[in-house]
């Protein structure tokens, strides 16, 4: 018989969706059973959802169904004790970004999954996925496009107070930090999946309308082993959103202007002046797949029922919480260079990010 993944969600609501969904529309997995705090709750999702068993708690669900994989889709403060407990069940994990409230939790999860039978802990970082993102990693890595020089990185999002009404938002000890942690998290992912290591980071956080103890505007500098120097942007207080990367190579400009998600038509790949003729060789492929997390869980699926490694899509968890708490790090020294081996014996390497915010309405 064909392995089917028996599928397990914690937490219901509105990113675990596009969970179900992504579970549905994979042709050997199953969704059979969900928990949430509130079990009105996890009643009504598994009601949408084809009618997963509703369980009270998780240590109930993992007891009695042992899922061969759990996907996290609880706030950040939860997913510790959430993907520590679901790997000692036997349970592959996929979690929600941000992964974890610091690096130093993160390596505790991913040890942990590394020796329970070698299970694997994925984390949700969505926008990694797509043809386009895969053609253009090609042409940087390969070098067809030249060396990479400069890059720019925004996350350009609108969050009303409504939006921080809810009480676990906003604040470090539940969230976990602000717009760079919760938003900018997925752009910085993406960018590291283009550019690869990074070398140093400066940054300033800042709170400029929020009534928050995090940031709801952050900027940075990073530069990258491979030289590049990138301009990172996070807001939570821009009406016109955007989320966009550009990188400048010596043969070309590459970018990408999108909000959520994108696909072909949020790509452009510009040629420098006397390189048009090469640019015939770089266009994106005919078939196409946006970005999503259907792709996402597909290929981490893919992976689990082959015994194979995760794929690029899906590895390097630690990447772009490394750039975050970098930047977290840089701004509570007051802008200092944040190296990888100076973030490793920082502070926010071992326990929850809290970092000085600079409120110039103080």
Known sequence: MTPVLRCAIVGTGAVARLHAQAVTA??????VAVVDRSRAAAESFSGEWGGPVVYDSLDALLSVERPDVVLVCTPPAAHHGQVLESVAAGAHVVVEKPPAASLAELDEMRA???AAADRT????????????????????HAGVLG????ALCETLWYRDERYFSAPWRGRWQTEGGGTTLGHGIHQLDLLGFLLG?????????????????????????ITFANGVVAQVVTS??????????RIDTQKATVTVDHLYGHGHDDWRITPAPGFEVE????????????????????????????????????????RALELVAAIYASA???GAVVTPAALADHPTHRASFVSPVIDPRA
Do not use: C, K, N
Request: aromatic share 6%.
């Open 197 to 221: 290591d990074w070398v140093s980071v400066q940054a300033r956080l800042w709170r400029l309308d929020r009534e928050i103890e995090t940031e709801d505007v952050s900027t940075a500098t």
């Open 26 to 31: 994979y042709p050997r997995a199953d969704l």
């Open 236 to 245: 939570a207080v821009s009406p016109r959103q955007t989320s966009s990367i």
């Open 112 to 114: 942990a999954a590394a």
């Open 332 to 334: 509570a020294a007051d």
């Open 121 to 140: 802990l994925s984390v949700v970082f969505q926008q990694r996925t797509g043809t386009a993102a895969a053609h253009v990693r090609h042409l940087l």
């Open 279 to 318: 640019a015939d060789a770089w266009t994106l492929p005919e078939a196409e797949e946006r970005s999503d997390h259907a792709m996402l869980l597909r290929d981490v699926f893919d992976a689990l029922l082959a015994g194979a490694p995760l794929p690029p899509t899906a590895d390097e968890p630690a």
């Open 147 to 150: 060396r990479p020089l400069v």
